[in-house]
């Protein structure tokens, strides 16, 4: 923690202010950092670090749990004190967590992305809520996916609420961003086939026999969808069968769903 005699940092320390700054998109672009907040993304971040796999700079705390203070110390990674109003300025929820790690950004170019033989990747085409964004994250890191990617206008995977819900996943696998025809072309020249995720596909999952090989599923956002030039433009078209009453599935559900019926046939033994 700080020096001993020294008192925590409050709001207007140079490097306070400077942390809160990375709460907004421009200031995340302009550092090349950005904030994970709470415990368990601390937490993945200090493992992240010390994997060699990126830099936490400062963990900012207003007490610092014993687990974490050993990972920091292992990582090498300085841990300053704050007062409670310093940590909700670095906070973008309603009751902040009172830990927050300073990290350089997590995304990287689409080709590392999906270098080697990818077998499972899921594309966020305009997927503008970070709620939904993280939690496809974290669904796709439970699944075993190779990468995520976010294509077209999508959310900023380092946007506060979007790392809050993939609980850490921003840590795990390859998070990418680049044009929607990038990401295509890329996931083609990977071996990849991009299977729409889509309420109105005249198939299901249930149907599809191919799911077993190299899978790219895209899905569009949860108020639209994907456009129809985006899913013409698809290998193929898939929908999650609603067997009950329910209207349809919101994003994560139907992502959770589609990427473990991939995960699951891939991993299936072979007959014979």
């Not at 907040?37 to 700079?57: C, F, P």
Request: aromatic share 4%; glycine share 10%.
């Amino acid at each position: 923690m700080t020096r001993p005699g020294d008192g925590p940092f409050t709001e207007r320390t140079p490097r306070v202010t400077a942390a809160r700054a990375l709460t907004r998109r421009a200031g995340r672009v302009k550092a090349g950092r950005f904030l994970a907040e709470g415990a368990q993304a601390v937490r993945e971040a200090l493992r992240w670090s010390i994997a060699g796999r990126g830099v936490v700079h400062e963990v900012f705390a207003v007490s610092m749990p014993g687990d974490l203070a050993a990972l920091a110390a292992e990582a090498g990674v300085p841990v300053s004190a704050v007062t409670e109003r310093a940590a909700a300025g670095l906070s973008e929820t309603v009751t902040p967590q009172g830990v927050v790690a300073v990290c350089d950004l997590v995304d990287v170019p689409i080709d590392t992305a999906l270098a080697g033989s990818p077998r499972l990747v899921a594309v966020l085409a305009g997927v503008s809520d970070p709620g939904n964004a993280g939690t496809v994250i974290r669904v796709a890191d439970a699944a075993g996916a190779d990468a995520v990617v976010l294509a077209g206008h999508a959310v900023d995977p380092h946007n506060g609420k979007c790392v809050r819900a993939s609980t850490g996943s921003v840590f795990h696998l390859p998070v990418s961003r680049a044009p929607v025809a990038e990401v295509l072309d890329a996931c083609r020249a990977a071996g990849l086939r991009l299977v729409a995720a889509d309420g109105h596909a005249s198939d299901d999952l249930m149907s599809d026999t191919g799911l077993a090989g190299p899978t790219a599923w895209v899905f569009g956002s949860e108020a639209h969808g994907l456009p129809d030039d985006v899913v013409a433009t698809l290998d193929h078209a898939l929908r999650v069968p609603v067997y009950g009453d329910a209207e349809s599935l919101n994003l994560a559900t139907a992502a959770a769903v589609c990427l473990y019926a991939t995960a699951w046939r891939q991993r299936a033994p072979r007959s014979g």
